[in-house]
């Protein structure tokens, strides 16, 4: 089964030089504030290589980052600063917000800033995986995979590095907890679409593809809601394809209940759930062309003509259509009965 997923652009930076011309003194030193640049530069490389694969992130990511500790973590292991976190500007783009940057004179702003990058590369990494047509099993696992470790660095990021800035995050901005918690529940919400489909694929009991469905709907409206209080004039399309999300598997989570239903012999009620669902895919299709319409930061699309849209429309008909037929053929068992 293919996947849309929505995407927000990627941050972007000034060069660092990393010069510290009369504070690297020796031959040891300039070559730690060399290989600080060239890692830093290969990193930002990677994120817009196609060809790029998690081993090779991760390689690039470890190698930056672990160079870059050398400038936040005191060499005796105490607990005092390291006199180098204050030493080099650094300036970032925000996904939302467009191409006014940031700046802070921090090494720990670079971390939290390069780390929400490396969480999105992940997120990106997903959507052109899941986008294709015949995704193998592997692939799917890559795609799911990628999501966690996604929220996982956004959750680490959040929880571990964000509150030891020292200038105060600003509202609205992408190191804020409301976008923070919002990529982090988005992350699982996509996580769940991949389970979702592999339980179809397999014909799994409809019970549980439905729950599945309705949890995942869940966790979109979680998302959105989470953003309710940002601008719309940032937020908006992000915040459409969150609804649009929501309507979609609700549509899926009251299909899959009808068919459930319908097992039971309680066509009457499995066609209310079949109409419940019709109504959910209207609504989706109609944020589809509104998400379309919509300007602001993401992913260009026209979800409404991709094939994981157009699939759940034929399944909600057919399957409202065997709900009718069943129970127009126990009708009429009963009447000839009496």
Known sequence: MTHWFHRNPLKATAPVSFNFYGVATTPAAT???????????????????????????????????????????????????????????????????GQVPSA????????????????????????????????????????????????????????????KLITPVEKGRDLEARLIDSYIIQCQAEAQEVTIARAIELKHNPGLIAAL???????????????????????????????????????????????????????????????????FFAKAEALCKEYGETKGPGTTAKPSGHLFFRKLGSLIKNTLEKCQRENGFMLNQNQMKK
């Open 104 to 163: 802070q004179q921090d090494a720990v702003f670079e971390l939290v800033s390069m780390g929400f990058n490396v969480a999105l590369w992940y997120t990106k990494y997903a959507s052109r995986l899941a986008g294709k047509e015949d995704i193998t099993e592997d692939e799917a696992k890559d795609v799911h995979r990628s999501l966690k470790i996604a929220a996982g660095i956004f959750k680490h990021l959040k929880e571990s590095h964000i509150p």
């Open 213 to 279: 469905a309705y949890e995942t709907a869940n966790f979109y409206q979680k998302a959105d809601q989470t953003l309710s209080t940002l601008d719309p004039t940032y937020a908006g399309k992000w915040r459409k394809y969150l609804n649009l999300k929501t309507c979609f598997y609700m549509a899926y989570a009251y299909c899959y209940h009808g068919q459930t239903l319908l097992a039971s012999d309680k066509c009457g009620e499995a066609i209310r759930s079949l109409q419940e669902s019709e109504k």
């Open 31 to 97: 070559k730690v504030c060399n290989d600080l640049r060239l890692s830093r530069t290969r990193l930002l490389e990677l994120f817009t290589d196609s060809s790029c694969n998690p081993e090779m992130m991760k390689n690039a990511t470890d190698l930056y980052f672990s160079l870059l500790q050398g400038f936040i973590l005191s060499l005796d292991d105490s607990s005092q600063e390291c006199k180098l976190r204050y030493i080099q500007n650094f300036k970032w783009t925000d996904t939302l917000q």
